[in-house]
């Protein structure tokens, strides 16, 4: 167990040794003026505008706002996308009916439907919403269909066997040796939540991360734009290793 921790430890500090050179040649670049201020400034100029933003709320309330509207989104998305994907895969009529819309919808780039939840739903929170929802739904749709085809049908049988009715069958056996596959989906879902999420915010406006960052540059107020920029790199490498924490903690089982 102590050299799995320390192992961990000396991960985290090779990887936080790429990360400190390449903010320590941020700095020199910005210091020495090899790029200009303007399109490039100073790391310790970010860092300031990053701690003053924090300090007058603005930076908490962006980031409550928007990461409101991604986890609500995917939560509609998990919903109903675990559902219909169970569905089709122990359903025939269902895979038939839906099977031609998923085809179509998951490749499509669902950025390209702003305007159009824009025109349905405003600039406000809920139209955000459902475009996460959109755009994360396909995926886990089909990541549950996956999961459900997947089970072993040994498991089925022997459950029926012992006398398992469909309701526990599907409650007992089905349902648990789908969860760990469709908590990866859910991992692969989530950065897509954040994607869509920050750039709506960015086309429509209605605050959040990405209104904030666009209108920071449009008045040329570079520190504030990395700063952003920071945090939403920070926010999607903290929410991918929870969400990694979680699966090996409670589905390290599923690989054996």
Sequence with gaps: MESRQLGAWSSWGRSSVSVLVVFAAWELAGRTHLVP????PPFSVVAVELFRSLADGTLADDLALSLGRAFCGLGLATVSGVVLGLLMARNRFTQW????LIAIGFPSPKIA????????FGIESLSKI?????SCIFPVVIGSYGAARAVNRIL??????????RRGLFFHVIMPA???RIFTTLRVALPVALITTFTAEMVAGGGGMGATLVYSQRFFESPTVYAY?????AVGLL?????????????AWAAE
């Design 130 to 134: 459902l475009l996460v929802a959109f």
């Design 37 to 40: 201020p303007l399109f490039l």
């Design 156 to 165: 089925l049988w022997s459950a029926a066997s012992l006398g398992s009715d």
């Design 239 to 251: 929410l991918d290793s929870a969400m990694l924490g979680i699966q090996n903690r409670y589905f």
């Design 229 to 233: 920029i920071l945090v939403m790199l």
């Design 97 to 100: 009916l839906l099977d031609p």
């Design 178 to 180: 789908c969860y760990p």
């Design 113 to 120: 439907f702003i305007p159009i939840f824009i025109l349905w």
